[in-house]
């Protein structure tokens, strides 16, 4: 293939109008073009007069020799990355606890190579789950085990369907695949920041389950491990409970992959009580910050553009040196909707959420500062957990206790006063919301750092501190507050049990958890 680098476009134009400019660019003859398509396409806004699209193609030609003054690229077989050559034969079907994306792709990595894996997942379908997250959003009743926290696909299937990850690995080009395989459009695979969206989301994973069933994989929804059985440091069997008739069962495995999610407070407790080796880690708490997106897209392309580009994105990032807190934004999600997002009650949870279209009038984003162990009121390793309730339960009993989120103007944020009315941003969080003081709840370490930070960002994109800007309490579970400690091998210190993904402290978004479920797979049948 020939890799024909940096095409500025400054206009829309079709797929079949962009070879025709490229070629003539680099002096490849039509004639020779056998095939060709999209390797990165990305949004070049640095200098708002010249924003421009940035393309790489990659073009197949006849005679390769002809053209020795052009880059050459070979594709590569990214299939064969999850084939294990020399694989043990497992005595029994592995189990994976958590039906997430590290949970899924372990599946679809024992399902290639020919083994049939156990799935056990205590929310629901999909299908089924959304219901319950709508019927929530609604006013209705909170299901604790089918929510935005729970259930098929894991917590990102209600976020932006965000593909980027700051991990280097070979096995994020085979992720990628496997979504545009199961159902995502095809422009995740070149596009500089990847996204599905939730409305996507929703049918891709249902055609990933319908997959690994027909390859001989059993899902078990409504099923909550309750115990693991172990013996001599071995792990023999989990013991799970029928959500719908409350019976028990026994899965008995050897190999067990534990994907379990971020947010799951009582199998982190359980596993504490089994010996499995936990330590508490870094995290982050903060507010979901809401703007109009029309003045994200000004602050970031400008007006003099005529492109039609998407909803603009921001990321960024604060440092005190003085007091070695930072703040930054996270999950960003161009023109989509604040999300209830509390797994227990008497909670209050804020996530972030996308359709694919982005389509929404506002843009939201996490604004978070670090929180360590320092922080914590002891040293058990579940300090974390009971740091983040606190703050969630704080945020109910402000909010009005019927599951209303408390929100804030950012001016009067900013003043430490209570808001008493919505300007030009309207929420967009579900049930309700009730205008507050954020400050009353938050640690002084916390508020202090989200000033610092709403003002230095406000330097960096202007429109961030707009005074009619909302923030929304509050934002605790961007990632796991324990690391369920393993060796070079995957394994924890019970062997047979590898820790996987989000919860087990090793991923943090969909695209590592994804990578980590493969890695633990593949650890399984070395």
């Not at 049939?116 to 929310?123: D, H, K, N, S």
């Not at 279209?357 to 843009?363: K, P, S, T, V």
Request: hydrophobic share 35%.
């Amino acid at each position: 293939m020939l890799r024909l680098n940096n095409i500025k476009m400054y206009e829309d134009i079709s797929d079949d109008e962009l070879l025709e400019f490229a070629i003539k660019k680099f002096k490849v003859k039509k004639a020779d073009v056998l095939e060709w398509h999209i390797v990165k396409k990305s949004i070049d806004a640095r200098k708002k007069t010249d924003v421009h699209y940035n393309y790489t193609i990659d073009v197949k030609v006849k005679d390769e020799s002809a053209y020795p003054f052009i880059d050459k690229f070979k594709e590569k077989d990214f299939s064969c990355l999850i084939n294990v050559s020399e694989k043990k034969k497992l005595p029994s079907s592995p189990i994976i606890i958590g039906a997430g994306p590290a949970g899924l792709f372990a599946a679809l990595t024992f399902i290639e190579n020919g083994i049939c894996p156990i799935i056990l997942e205590q929310g629901k379908t999909v299908e089924e789950r959304k219901k319950d997250v709508d019927n929530f959003s609604n006013g209705g009743k909170l299901n604790t085990f089918s929510n935005i926290q729970f259930g098929e696909g894991g917590a990102g299937t209600f976020s932006d369907g965000k593909l980027t990850t700051g991990i280097n690995s070979p096995f994020c080009a085979y992720v990628l695949r496997q979504f545009v395989k199961f159902g995502a459009p095809e422009q995740i695979l070149y596009l500089a920041k990847p996204h599905i969206g939730t409305d996507n989301l929703l049918e891709i994973i249902k055609n990933i389950r319908n997959y690994i069933i027909s390859k001989g994989g059993k899902f078990y929804f409504d099923t909550k491990v309750i115990d693991f059985n172990i013996y001599n440091g071995k792990i023999k069997s989990v013991m799970a409970k029928n959500l719908i008739d409350g019976s028990i069962n026994e899965f008995i495995s050897d190999n067990v992959i534990l994907a379990i999610g971020h947010s799951s407070r009582d199998t982190f407790r359980k596993i504490y009580e089994k010996n499995l080796l936990i330590e508490p880690k870094n995290f982050s708490v903060g507010l979901r910050i809401e703007h109009l997106q029309s003045d994200i897209n000004k602050s970031q392309y400008g007006t003099s553009t005529s492109l039609n580009l998407p909803p603009a994105e921001y990321k960024l990032a604060y440092h005190n040196n003085s007091t070695g807190r930072s703040c930054y934004t996270f999950c960003m999600c161009p023109g989509g909707f604040v999300m209830a997002s509390n797994s227990d009650d008497g909670e209050i949870v804020t996530n972030g959420m996308s359709r694919f279209l982005r389509d929404g009038i506002n843009a939201n984003s996490a604004i978070l500062v670090n929180v360590t162990p320092d922080d914590f009121d002891s040293s058990s390793p579940l300090a974390g957990v009971d740091f983040q309730k606190r703050l969630e339960q704080k945020a109910f009993v402000l909010g009005g206790s019927n599951y209303y989120a408390p929100i804030q103007r950012v001016e009067d944020f900013l003043k430490n006063q209570k808001s008493n009315h919505i300007g030009k941003v309207v929420p967009t969080y579900m049930p309700g919301t009730t205008l507050s003081n954020l400050n009353e709840i938050l640690p002084d370490f916390v508020s202090s750092t989200l000033k610092e930070a709403i003002n230095y960002f406000d330097s960096k994109l202007n429109c961030f501190a707009e005074p009619d800007s909302i923030l929304t309490g509050v934002e605790t579970r961007s990632s796991s507050p324990i690391r369920i400690l393993r060796n070079e091998n995957l394994n924890s210190n019970i062997t047979g049990i590898y820790p996987c993904g989000e919860g087990a402290g090793y991923a943090g978004g969909i695209m590592s958890a994804a990578v980590d479920g493969i890695r633990c797979a593949i650890a399984c049948m070395d």
